[in-house]
């Protein structure tokens, strides 16, 4: 994967490579996205977006300590689950120093959980938000055996919705496009829908397709939740939108090229990746575990895994994923070549 | 693995396909056996049957959309984890126009699942009914979230059985009888004697062998069951028995040639199994999950990949299974080559 | 991995397996320690040493039965997780002639379970503890659903603490030594300082490094919980030591050779190990389950595990474990060889 370093200097690199983590979070390679998503986060909530920030880097550096190939640390692929890990912890408990040495060795442990990940998948798959998942779940469970650990006061709460019944009547246009904004920017775990646009125009700077997918899937994951019913509340502040938003940019065209075969499967992924996230609040929930986006990950994990017994899925898979656009051109390059209109397709 | 199709038109096939569908959820691959089987489940429960249907129509349906090998396909292996989804949430759930849209995202999502383990398990194991437990989980847990969807008022309820002390006395042999024929009908998730009896004849028209694993695995977990002093209730139900049954067909004759160390594992699977059932009934009610066929899928799993480490195992495996009467035939067969009266084994 | 066997008639080589089974709990391949783990057992609690025996010779038994090789049967690999799951069903649940059987059932199950996980990691990690960690769950799942299981009167107890707040003022120089010693004793779920004390010595026959190792992590262990804020009397009961033990002395210079580097990995591992203890038992407390060795068996298959991932961990990965004295003769005759100076390293 072709990529231009923002800075030649170590300490330039290190800026770069930790902005890419955070682009990362929504499969984007571009620093200027991970800046913007920063920024999205700082409008939010400021002491997260602080823990976003050491969480990254706690998690690049660990990578690079423990001597993770450059190319890959590189492109932000073990900083994005520290990025989330520093998240999670600072929305679910009160900051304190207690919290910033806990974060600091979560972010560190999620770098190890990344490297396992990727030896056990090998080329078959991706870690994607895995790690966080793991190692957030890992961690916040000690909440309720800890006295020295907070809870949120407020928080927990929309994260653990009940069933209200159906409520169509309450539910209007005005509250799905709240619902819609809200989605990109629970993939960050804020609530707002200035960060949410901000959110958007940050994957549309390094690919409309991306941006596309995660406004239609966020659509789709509202909708879902209205059409089953889940709390209305739930749905407007796009907590039945981050996993289909994630699932949508990384079936629509990144993961897999763009045609009618792989956006069905996309749809029905990021359908199913929605009923999910209803699904594990209720069967976390007396475990007292948030669901996170463990419906992205298993949802797309399966998927991807799918592609080794089902041809015409492996058929569509890019040489290697850059952006939806990016798997198009090279392609479309590699068909002109052979002459024959043939898509390309990785050989197993 | 030869086989006849019963049809050479499409439409034939695939009614064929689905058939073997329904007949490979007791690992039967015989579109006569799965006509029984459909009305085995006719019998109990119209409803049920017709979700049966659905679900195994659209499992092999999706698995040739996305490619899937039409070998595959034929031998019925994408459709009996769509038969158990279809029957799983039409038995949970009460049937309405959303029970039927959820039913199939859930039928086409099985299709994938089922792809995704045979890709991770290659040679190694089999998907057996995994797919199917790993997706009506998911679907389930929303039960509990979603407001649109209901749950059978009546149900829910035997498969939660509690802890209800050492009755011996209220259990006879009326009570025996009853709980091994109901073993081979909650395989279905059905419940009733005749069902019962039209599954063990369906299982003995394509391998007598099989039928009498079925009763004598059935028998087996009644005894368990009562000698642990689980509910009687549950035990008459069969609730003690299908994973029995489906350990018991697996592990003798089928997946191991029948040999004296084979029979040991197959009944000390077919014990754990049953534990297993009690145990996860236990685990899994706070979370508000079923047990279903999970201990059967755990503990044959275990079973066929402790081969690679314990030769003796290896030694019995079938070069390729087709029933337990067809497995013997080809070890005698190859052994009169060889002249020399040895078992043939895979190699790895 | 050579060694010397006490005996050289086949009962008397039984004996040494069984004894090595029981130091293997600790990673000690030596008859000795695990004649000595035996002592300290019996001294807190025979009825558990008799269920310890039972388990070890059942499972390596059940090994030999079904064709394991023998050479790692000799080392003891099969029997330690046999020794664990009669010691986790001696200390949940009364003894009676039911529990009896079953113990003997999960200890020839955890037989089957060790191959498959055997099998499934390959040379990339071990099978660790994890076989009795499942195999335990399921079976003390049962407990709830059986009613003539009976589960210990006071136990399950200690090991469901529950949120008590900060609390250092309660905790002495005294109850961190108690702690420090009922660490290296919790690992066998025992508690008294006396059998704790025995273990260490039992350690120090065998690796004097990995007896230091113990003593470390079990402090850690203490540290970590006390500075949570977890429930002193639990500290002090050793339970969050034991988890801690067993990850420092598998990462401390056993699993992993002696190096700035891989210590780093072995404290941040100790202190994962202790937080997951805590989120564990708050996690798996509304199912039933206690937490038992899960947290130090996750823990170090992850951290094993990314070795294929990060070059560094793999070039200080033992060509073959041994001790941590073993290891480190290895690698310097192998350096002294190659007259460099350099650390010998496994190649995948």
Same mark, same amino acid.
């Given at each position: 994967m072709p990529m231009r370093q923002m800075f030649s200097n170590p300490a330039g690199r290190f800026v770069d490579q930790t902005l890419r983590g955070v682009g990362q979070v929504? +499969?984007?390679?571009?620093p200027i996205t991970g800046f913007l998503f920063l920024v999205g986060i700082f409008i939010s909530d400021w002491v997260s977006a602080l823990y976003a920030i050491l969480g990254t880097v706690t998690a690049t550096g660990t990578a690079l300590l423990f001597g993770a190939p450059r190319d890959e640390v590189s492109l932000g692929l073990y900083g994005l689950n520290g990025t989330l890990t520093g998240l999670g912890l600072a929305v679910y408990l009160q900051h304190d120093m207690l919290l910033l040495a806990y974060t600091i060795v979560a972010s560190m442990f999620v770098a190890i959980v990344t490297a396992a990940i990727k030896d056990v998948f090998g080329s078959r798959c991706y870690a994607l938000t895995g790690p966080f998942v793991i190692t957030t779940w890992l961690f916040i469970g000690g909440l309720f055996t800890y006295g020295r650990l907070h809870a949120m =006061?407020? +928080?927990g709460a929309p994260h653990l919705t009940?069933?209200?019944? =159906?409520? /169509? /009547? /309450?539910?209007g246009f005005a509250d799905a496009v709240t619902g819609i904004l809200n989605g990109p920017a629970q993939v960050m775990l804020q609530q707002g829908v200035w960060t949410g646009a901000i959110f958007l125009v940050a994957l549309a700077i390094n690919s409309p397709i991306s941006c596309a997918a995660a406004v239609l899937g966020s659509a789709i994951g509202v909708g879902i939740g209205w059409a089953l019913g889940a709390a209305p509340s739930a749905i407007r502040e796009g907590l039945y939108g981050f996993n289909a938003v994630l699932t949508a940019i990384a079936l629509?065209? +990144?993961l897999f090229l763009l045609h009618r075969i792989t956006v069905l499967l996309a749809v029905l992924a990021v359908c199913v990746s929605t009923v999910l996230y209803g699904s594990l609040v209720a069967v976390l929930g007396p475990a007292g575990l948030p669901a996170l986006t463990a419906p992205f990950v298993v949802t797309t994990w399966l998927c991807l895994l799918a592609r080794g017994a089902l041809p015409r899925l492996r058929a569509f898979s890019p040489v290697e994923p850059v952006t939806p656009e990016g798997n198009r051109m090279a392609a479309q390059q590699a068909a002109s070549k052979k002459g024959k209109g043939e898509m390309p397709c990785t050989k197993r």
């Open positions: 929504m +499969l984007q390679n571009n =006061p407020a +928080l009940t069933d209200v019944g =159906p409520s /169509a /009547a /309450a539910f629509g065209g +990144l």
